[in-house]
């Protein structure tokens, strides 16, 4: 689901815009999912004043907010993260997710100044409000938002007196070419679970068929017994030995098809010898 990020300090307008933009999705026919950073604290148990004042929670929420990231994506409904997303490398480890996922996002920053923020504050309820000492911390650890930075981007700006440019956050989202993978981002495929057990049997399977080779003096090209494969046979078993250990390294990290390895195992040999 495409993915948007709302950021901003403390009591500037976060909750409103995500409930537009809800509203207006919803109007589109799609389906909207919320992830509210204060819902999960309140769930928690804390009070927000609380909270924010230890870092250790931060850390843990912060931890199941991404996790749920994860698990909600998907390519047709939106997904909004309605919380300060003060820090720029949290919001580069959800680019991350969503990268991985190929599946676009944006960052709507709320971008009030920090008194009209503060009167906001000061008309919630008593639950509601963050203390003096609290707001002005959350203020000062706030991270804004930078263009030149491909996590922050697209990146919308809008006061409290603008209105969202819904249209081209829709374009945005979901007509443009989602965004590709990094390698560091990549999970490596899945492979059976004997995949380890089959890779040691067949190479070893390949070398002891090599050295048998040699002990009978043959050391011309020739086909490796119940396969369709053909060595050279010009090398020691040091050689071979060594050989085998770097296609190992090499095969657990790109996790290659069972039926593939004995091939691969031998063009290697090949290629190497």
Not at 58 to 74: A, F, G, P, T
Not at 126 to 135: A, D, P, T
Not at 170 to 192: D, M
Not at 221 to 247: D, H, W, Y
Request: contains cysteine; glycine residues 2%.
């Amino acid at each position: 689901m495409p993915l948007i990020i709302i950021t901003g300090i403390p009591c500037s307008g976060k909750t409103t815009r995500t409930s537009e933009l809800k509203e207006y999705f919803i109007n589109k026919g799609k389906n909207v999912e919320i992830i509210n950073e204060i819902d999960i604290v309140t769930k928690r148990g804390f009070d927000r004043n609380k909270f924010y004042a230890d870092s250790k929670n931060e850390k843990s929420v912060r931890s199941d907010i991404k996790s749920m990231v994860q698990r909600m994506l998907n390519t047709n409904d939106i997904l909004i993260i309605d919380g300060s997303n003060y820090i720029k490398g949290y919001r580069y480890e959800i680019y991350c997710i969503t990268k991985l996922y190929k599946t676009p996002q944006c960052i709507i920053f709320c971008d009030i100044p920090i008194e009209h923020a503060w009167l906001w504050n000061k008309r919630r309820s008593e639950y509601e409000r963050y203390n003096r000492e609290i707001f002005d911390a959350l203020v000062m650890r706030y991270e804004i938002p930078d263009s030149k930075n491909r996590w922050d981007l697209p990146l919308f700006v809008t006061s409290a007196e603008d209105e969202l440019k819904f249209d081209e956050i829709y374009k945005l989202l979901y007509e443009a070419k989602a965004p590709k993978p990094n390698l560091s981002t990549q999970c490596p495929p899945l492979s059976s679970t004997n995949y380890l057990y089959e890779l040691d049997a067949v190479t070893q399977e390949v070398i002891n068929a090599i050295l048998s080779t040699k002990q009978l003096g043959i050391e011309n090209e020739f086909k490796i017994p119940g396969c369709n494969l053909t060595v050279q046979n010009s090398c020691t078993a040091a050689q071979l030995m060594r050989l085998r250990r770097q296609f190992l390294t090499y095969s657990k990290m790109q996790q290659i098809e069972i039926n593939q390895i004995a091939s691969l195992f031998v063009q290697y040999l090949n290629k190497s010898l």
